[in-house]
């Protein structure tokens, strides 16, 4: 098949727009992408920090569109393990292992084109075709989900969400607020902070916060190498920190093994969310529970997209519009 896509070259450099071709199984179906979220874990594998990829790729894993004229997300694992789907049609927070599963925009071309090709199993309907809010908020919110039942967040838990202005975090933490956690959303900035408060969670711009607030019961670490150590700190006894992300890709050395021992903290690793996860998601995005925060660009402007994403200037998620 021929896309146009903006296609990444080389790591760290400017992405091309044209045309890219690939194979594709003779039974999969096209999406003609009309969305695309631009995730902080795109800016990773951009940045080289996935060691088993090589360009040229296609990168985007939140595409929204129309198959066959009716509006649909893409579930972005494309599962090779028939073990690992009869895991989730049993268990609604299953993932595949690595292996298990093939990541659309990462072992296989994703949405940062005009049309992408997966088999018909990963296409959600959507509620409506209004796209933009679909690619901003689904991943952040399936995201939040899948890491709070490895966490086991209950009503009423005081959840602390590192880097929650971001595309997961501000759509993340409203998840959390729907689940009955008392929020603590850190940003660094005073006024994304504000934006945060109108989502009714409480908005810190400093992890010394819990001196006055009381230490959390789990802490969403997305940022990673910068934060995780004062995050910690944050913690309970007994507390649980899930990493979802680490921004930077650098190592992230524990400063302080004591706290982990001596309050018998654990730690989680959260990779990825299942498709129940993802079709829960879809309807919260839908119905309005969860408000999409986002600016869109033209596929041609993914340069633009990626400066103002790296330099920090967006509330939410960049968009692409193919
Ligand atoms: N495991 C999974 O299932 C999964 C899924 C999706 C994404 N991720 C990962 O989650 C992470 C966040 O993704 P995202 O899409 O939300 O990224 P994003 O939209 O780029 O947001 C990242 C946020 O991190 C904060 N930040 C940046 N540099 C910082 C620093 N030096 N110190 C403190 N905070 C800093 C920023 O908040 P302020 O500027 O407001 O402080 C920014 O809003 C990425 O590492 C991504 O790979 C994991
Ligand atoms: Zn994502």
Redesign the pocket.
Same mark, same amino acid.
């Given at each position: 098949m021929r896309v146009r896509g903006a296609i990444l070259e080389s790591f760290r450099a400017p992405f091309r727009v044209g045309e890219y071709e690939y194979q594709v199984p003779d039974d999969w179906v096209e999406v003609e992408v009309k969305a695309v979220g631009v $995730? &902080?874990?795109d800016?990773?594998v951009w940045k080289g920090g996935f060691r088993n990829l090589r360009p040229p790729l296609l990168l985007g894993h939140e595409v929204f569109g129309y198959a066959d004229g009716e509006p649909v997300g893409v579930y972005p694992a494309i599962v090779v393990s028939e073990e690992c789907r009869r895991r989730m049609d049993s268990d609604p927070g299953a993932v595949c292992n690595v292996g298990e599963a093939l990541v659309l925009g990462e072992q296989l071309p994703g949405g940062y084109a005009d049309r992408v090709y997966v088999p018909e199993w990963n296409l959600v309907r959507l509620p409506d075709d209004d796209f933009d809010k679909y690619a901003a908020a689904v $991943?952040?919110v399936a995201?939040l989900m899948?890491?709070s039942r490895a966490a086991r967040v209950a009503a009423g838990d005081k959840v602390l969400v590192? &880097?929650?202005?971001?595309?997961?975090?501000i759509h993340g933490v409203q998840y959390l607020r729907l689940i009955g956690a008392e929020v603590y959303a850190?940003?660094? %900035?005073k006024e994304?902070a504000r934006v945060l408060e109108s989502l009714g969670v409480n908005a810190v711009t400093s992890l010394s916060f819990y001196r006055e607030a009381g230490r959390v019961d789990v802490v969403m670490e997305? !940022?990673?190498k910068?934060?995780f150590n004062d995050s910690m700190r944050a913690l309970r006894p007994r507390g649980r920190m899930v990493l979802? &992300?680490?921004? %930077?890709g650098e190592p992230v050395p524990i400063e302080r093994p004591a706290l982990l021992v001596m309050r018998e903290l654990e730690i989680h690793g959260? /990779? /990825?969310?299942s498709k129940k996860e993802y079709e829960a998601a879809v309807r919260l995005v839908g119905s309005g529970l969860v408000k999409a925060f986002y600016k869109t660009f033209r596929l041609d402007e993914v340069n633009e997209a990626y400066r103002i !994403?790296e330099s &920090?200037e967006?509330l939410?998620?960049a968009v692409l519009k193919p």
């Amino acid at each position: 098949m021929r896309v146009r896509g903006a296609i990444l070259e080389s790591f760290r450099a400017p992405f091309r727009v044209g045309e890219y071709e690939y194979q594709v199984p003779d039974d999969w179906v096209e999406v003609e992408v009309k969305a695309v979220g631009v $995730c &902080g874990r795109d800016l990773v594998v951009w940045k080289g920090g996935f060691r088993n990829l090589r360009p040229p790729l296609l990168l985007g894993h939140e595409v929204f569109g129309y198959a066959d004229g009716e509006p649909v997300g893409v579930y972005p694992a494309i599962v090779v393990s028939e073990e690992c789907r009869r895991r989730m049609d049993s268990d609604p927070g299953a993932v595949c292992n690595v292996g298990e599963a093939l990541v659309l925009g990462e072992q296989l071309p994703g949405g940062y084109a005009d049309r992408v090709y997966v088999p018909e199993w990963n296409l959600v309907r959507l509620p409506d075709d209004d796209f933009d809010k679909y690619a901003a908020a689904v $991943c952040g919110v399936a995201t939040l989900m899948h890491a709070s039942r490895a966490a086991r967040v209950a009503a009423g838990d005081k959840v602390l969400v590192t &880097g929650a202005s971001g595309g997961v975090g501000i759509h993340g933490v409203q998840y959390l607020r729907l689940i009955g956690a008392e929020v603590y959303a850190y940003t660094r %900035s005073k006024e994304r902070a504000r934006v945060l408060e109108s989502l009714g969670v409480n908005a810190v711009t400093s992890l010394s916060f819990y001196r006055e607030a009381g230490r959390v019961d789990v802490v969403m670490e997305l !940022v990673g190498k910068y934060t995780f150590n004062d995050s910690m700190r944050a913690l309970r006894p007994r507390g649980r920190m899930v990493l979802i &992300g680490n921004i %930077s890709g650098e190592p992230v050395p524990i400063e302080r093994p004591a706290l982990l021992v001596m309050r018998e903290l654990e730690i989680h690793g959260s /990779a /990825a969310f299942s498709k129940k996860e993802y079709e829960a998601a879809v309807r919260l995005v839908g119905s309005g529970l969860v408000k999409a925060f986002y600016k869109t660009f033209r596929l041609d402007e993914v340069n633009e997209a990626y400066r103002i !994403v790296e330099s &920090g200037e967006i509330l939410g998620r960049a968009v692409l519009k193919p």
